[in-house]
């Protein structure tokens, strides 16, 4: 076998470090979730299929929600779910989102949790390259995220003492004890993306009912908008869908 001369080595790892996600980004609304993934497996890196598979995600969500991006400087995760939207004083719920892919000896990371932000809810997915690209999906509140095992990334707890913004994350091995406590901690009642949906979609109703008993409290009579009965409809529609 040849060696490679340095700038042959040079011309394949410029492709690499140059190379445009355009195609990726077109394609992002119009293919499955599940085939998007390994588009994402096939022309990404790490540090760009998690936000690529974190907006397709939504894409699914906003179906059944009314979920929005939560702006970096906010430091509250990547999503919010509210109700409403035109008001100051609304009900919500923020959402960190992490994807992730596995190994062949089955382990996967999860990377740069940032507990010093303010969300409420972890999703994770794992896709199992090895398993026909199989997803799984887990919903962790953030006050479990430490007991399924984080640790710190960089340094010591010595040498972070002072420092108030601090990355954890873990290694998993399916079916070890950091699996099995990843899905106990796991509020979703199953590990596929409809058990996800369901959940999201509770969870904006129960935005929702928040308001209006609120709005009910000060006296007022609140008529719920066309936009989120028709929600509603389409949540019926679902639960039956999956029961």
Do not use: W
Not at 42 to 62: D, H
Not at 186 to 208: A, P, T
Request: one cysteine or more; aromatic letters at 14%; glycine letters at 4%.
């Amino acid at each position: 076998m040849d060696i490679p001369n340095r700038e042959e080595l040079l011309i394949e790892a410029n492709k690499k470090l140059y190379k445009s996600n355009d195609n990726v980004k077109t394609l992002l609304p119009h293919m499955s979730l599940e085939d998007y993934v390994i588009l994402l497996y096939n022309e990404c890196t790490p540090s760009q299929y998690g936000t690529l598979f974190e907006k397709r995600l939504v894409k699914e969500i906003e179906k059944y929600t009314l979920v929005s991006h939560i702006d970096k400087r906010y430091e509250s995760g990547d999503i919010m779910i509210k109700y409403p939207y035109y008001e100051r004083r609304y009900e919500y719920a923020t959402f960190e989102i992490k994807f992730t892919y596995k190994t062949n000896k089955g382990k996967f990371n999860i990377r740069n949790v940032r507990l010093y932000n303010e969300f409420d809810y972890l999703i994770l997915g794992v896709c199992d390259p090895y398993d026909n690209f199989s997803i799984e999906y887990y919903c962790i509140k953030r006050e479990d995220l430490e007991d399924i095992g984080l640790s710190i990334m960089n340094g010591t707890k010595r040498t972070n003492k002072d420092n108030k913004n601090i990355c954890y994350g873990t290694s998993i091995t399916t079916y070890g004890i950091k699996h099995f406590k990843l899905s106990m901690k796991s509020i979703l009642d199953g590990d596929s993306i409809n058990s996800l949906l369901k959940f999201m979609s509770d969870k904006q109703i129960e935005l929702v009912e928040k308001y209006v008993d609120r709005c009910s409290e000060n006296g007022k009579v609140y008529i719920l908008p066309y936009d989120t009965k028709k929600m509603y409809s389409l949540n019926e529609e679902f639960h039956k869908k999956v029961a």
